[in-house]
């Protein structure tokens, strides 16, 4: 209850402190975390987070601590959401604003969208275009972050669409072959990109280009061969099937599920591996 008072009485040094406080205690165990849940702590940050008039290291603390509070605890994302917090942290995306700010709203939009599909779904309909933008800035703070949300909404039926009509499918190719960050963020993306790729619908956006430049550009064999199995998938549609023709641009556009398959597999085993994604 002290903490939260400081919350929603003190000045934005003291709001800061309690945000501090509320990460680490709820950190601690799921008790702690229900505790401040229950005392309205959720909704007071949230309104911590709007708060334009707050320093910005007082809202990037109130992200932080919503992130803890959230973590592991399906009853609290929900809460997260009902506070309408979702577009704010993806504003807080913006290349151009804090780097501190920008890091703590990609984490946190990671922890609420995990095994999440109403906060999937705003943030689908708010975010998807800022995450892209992270994901081609491969350098920037909250890249790794924004890949692996790309992650987990490439896997999501209803994201796949929208996700490749907002063009994930380059940056994603972009971040397997070039980014410096660490291996199991670009296994991570080479993985969405794989999902989206063998979504069908989506083949139109570019799905077959972009994993033949993946097969060719990416270091790791694993990483290769998932490109391979995926442009294989998109074979089994005569239509998609044309699209991978085009992409390979070494058969006739008449060929054979069977004669793609094996110009694939012959791509494939003429490049070379390195140990790392």
Known sequence: PVICNLLRRGSFDAKEAACVAIRKLAAINDLNRVG???????????????????????REAAIRALDSLAYDDPGNRRAVARVFVIPELVRFLDLRGPAGLREAAANCLLTLVVDDNANKRALVAHGVEALLKLVVDDRATGANAAVRIVRVLAATGFAQHHLAECGALNPLVHFVAHAKG?????????????????SIHVSVYGAPVALVSLLEKAKCRETKEAAAAALKALTKSRTSRGLVVRALGSLPRTASRPDVDAAIDARLSSLRFVTTI
């Open 182 to 198: 660490a291996v199991r963020t670009r296994a991570a993306a080479a993985s969405a990109l794989c999902d989206l790729a063998t």
């Open 36 to 58: 401040f849940a229950s005392a309205g702590a959720v909704a007071v940050l949230g309104l911590l987070v709007q708060d334009k008039s707050a320093h910005d290291t007082a």
